[in-house]
């Protein structure tokens, strides 16, 4: 029963788009969840009862959670039993080196408030070592306190990794149903992190032996989807370049029993797919060759998806002095979300705006304001982009462009094979 649980109070760390519908997953069962963010904004917005993202069925969990006093949101970490840290690893530089300033500034943000018998667990999807590196900064600011790393089973602090395992659009639905895989540093780590998840997981808590090898499960499973992407982006140039229909030829080929090829696209995006794979690349450069090489097919496509649209306008008779207008429809990283988070869609739109060679039109239902970068670029919806377009560029598969036919004759670069 949750009576006899250890935690009466739960601390997210970071309240985007894996903290705040954990949060709330959580406050649903009636247990006092406390998040943190740094941006007050969303402290507000969250407070009030509404949601700062797009997630199918949150509004409603966050509404009725905060109107029954369950989930509250504040600046500052505050005591707890249990804290889940689920803040951004990007990477950074030319080598893509994992870049973990986000944990280290939540653990020495939390480290003050911790107190004997507390768990923490990094949600965050991180490099291998990511967890251990969380318990030393702990460690370091908190000398009072024993933990795994030199008490072992006995320490005062226990601390896992648990890393979230969900597609965006159907978040709500599989942090409940999902298996989740966990790697304590000790075994006693596990155990409290598997009946912490237990409070609302009906999957599976499958404990692994370390959190190096939790941390390398999430790894693998994105790179996996990558470099199966990555041969369905280059089946696409190789089948450009025979002018025959890579989307023909998959549905073809998966004819096969054992053959499922996925569909190609403007690239990869989204935090996880266009990032994990290189936390693997940085841990083992001279070995990790076939997934820096998805990486770098899928990280080409942009560039690839640009040409075509330059091949386009070459082709049109317009007249000296005037641009050629380009309705570019979807910039989310996948359909039907509003999530932009390293989006192939928005880096291609960003780069052909600042070209300066097209009037810029943009058709987004799940965008509201142009992003940062995009300031002259219009927002319109797609009666008028189809009526003034020179050129067409579907980049987004969104369902709402789905009974959308471009004008016949119009010039159509079709990234997704939605309109073909």
């Given at each position: 029963m949750q009576t006899q649980l250890p935690f009466r109070r739960i601390s997210v760390i970071g309240l985007g788009y894996i903290g705040l519908p954990t949060a709330a997953m959580f406050a649903s069962r009636?247990?006092?969840?406390?998040?943190?963010?740094?941006?007050?904004h969303t402290v507000e917005t969250i407070n009030r009862g509404e949601i700062h993202i797009i997630e199918p069925d949150l509004d409603i969990v966050v509404q009725a959670t905060v109107a029954q006093g369950y989930l509250r949101a504040t600046t500052k970490p505050e005591p707890a039993d249990a804290f889940l840290i689920a803040v951004p690893t990007p990477f950074k530089g030319d080598n893509h080196e994992p870049d973990l300033s986000y944990v280290e500034a939540a653990a020495k943000a939390i480290a003050p408030v911790l107190k004997t018998g507390d768990l923490v667990v990094l949600e965050s999807t991180s490099p291998v070592g990511a967890t251990v590196r969380m318990a030393e900064w702990l460690a370091q600011a908190r000398s009072d306190l024993t933990f795994p790393q030199d008490a072992g089973e006995a320490s005062d602090i226990r601390i896992a990794h648990c890393p979230e395992r969900v597609l965006p659009g159907k978040v709500m639905q599989e942090l409940i149903t999902n298996d989740r895989v966990i790697g304590g540093m000790t075994r006693r780590c596990s155990r409290e992190a598997a009946l912490l998840y237990k409070m609302f997981v009906s999957g599976d808590c499958i404990i692994a032996s370390s959190p190096q090898v939790a941390e390398m499960a999430k790894l693998a499973e994105n790179s996996f989807r990558d470099v199966n992407i990555a041969f369905a982006n280059e089946l696409?140039?190789?089948c450009d370049r025979l002018s025959i229909d890579v989307w023909e030829l998959i549905q073809l080929?998966?004819?096969h029993p054992r053959v499922n090829i996925l569909q190609p696209g403007p690239g990869v995006g989204g935090h996880c797919i266009a990032v994990d794979p290189w936390f693997i690349v940085a841990s083992a450069r001279e070995t990790a060759q076939l997934i820096r090489t998805a990486r770098v097919v899928n990280d080409g496509i942009p560039n690839w998806v640009m040409g075509k649209v330059h091949e386009a306008a070459a082709r049109l008779d317009i007249p000296q002095g005037k641009r050629p207008r380009l309705a570019c429809f979807g910039l989310a990283f996948k359909p039907d979300v509003?999530?932009?988070?390293?989006?192939?869609?928005?880096?291609?739109?960003r780069c052909l705006s600042a070209e300066g060679r097209f009037e810029m039109m943009v058709v987004e239902p799940h965008v509201h304001a142009a992003p940062a970068g995009l300031e002259g670029v219009k927002l319109v919806d797609a009666e008028t982009a189809f009526a003034k377009a020179d050129i067409v560029l579907l980049l987004v598969d969104h369902k709402d462009f789905r009974s959308l036919r471009p004008p016949i004759g119009l010039p159509l670069i079709d990234t997704r094979g939605l309109w073909r």
């Amino acid at each position: 029963m949750q009576t006899q649980l250890p935690f009466r109070r739960i601390s997210v760390i970071g309240l985007g788009y894996i903290g705040l519908p954990t949060a709330a997953m959580f406050a649903s069962r009636k247990i006092e969840v406390v998040g943190v963010d740094v941006n007050p904004h969303t402290v507000e917005t969250i407070n009030r009862g509404e949601i700062h993202i797009i997630e199918p069925d949150l509004d409603i969990v966050v509404q009725a959670t905060v109107a029954q006093g369950y989930l509250r949101a504040t600046t500052k970490p505050e005591p707890a039993d249990a804290f889940l840290i689920a803040v951004p690893t990007p990477f950074k530089g030319d080598n893509h080196e994992p870049d973990l300033s986000y944990v280290e500034a939540a653990a020495k943000a939390i480290a003050p408030v911790l107190k004997t018998g507390d768990l923490v667990v990094l949600e965050s999807t991180s490099p291998v070592g990511a967890t251990v590196r969380m318990a030393e900064w702990l460690a370091q600011a908190r000398s009072d306190l024993t933990f795994p790393q030199d008490a072992g089973e006995a320490s005062d602090i226990r601390i896992a990794h648990c890393p979230e395992r969900v597609l965006p659009g159907k978040v709500m639905q599989e942090l409940i149903t999902n298996d989740r895989v966990i790697g304590g540093m000790t075994r006693r780590c596990s155990r409290e992190a598997a009946l912490l998840y237990k409070m609302f997981v009906s999957g599976d808590c499958i404990i692994a032996s370390s959190p190096q090898v939790a941390e390398m499960a999430k790894l693998a499973e994105n790179s996996f989807r990558d470099v199966n992407i990555a041969f369905a982006n280059e089946l696409s140039l190789i089948c450009d370049r025979l002018s025959i229909d890579v989307w023909e030829l998959i549905q073809l080929a998966n004819r096969h029993p054992r053959v499922n090829i996925l569909q190609p696209g403007p690239g990869v995006g989204g935090h996880c797919i266009a990032v994990d794979p290189w936390f693997i690349v940085a841990s083992a450069r001279e070995t990790a060759q076939l997934i820096r090489t998805a990486r770098v097919v899928n990280d080409g496509i942009p560039n690839w998806v640009m040409g075509k649209v330059h091949e386009a306008a070459a082709r049109l008779d317009i007249p000296q002095g005037k641009r050629p207008r380009l309705a570019c429809f979807g910039l989310a990283f996948k359909p039907d979300v509003d999530d932009l988070r390293e989006s192939p869609a928005l880096e291609i739109v960003r780069c052909l705006s600042a070209e300066g060679r097209f009037e810029m039109m943009v058709v987004e239902p799940h965008v509201h304001a142009a992003p940062a970068g995009l300031e002259g670029v219009k927002l319109v919806d797609a009666e008028t982009a189809f009526a003034k377009a020179d050129i067409v560029l579907l980049l987004v598969d969104h369902k709402d462009f789905r009974s959308l036919r471009p004008p016949i004759g119009l010039p159509l670069i079709d990234t997704r094979g939605l309109w073909r």
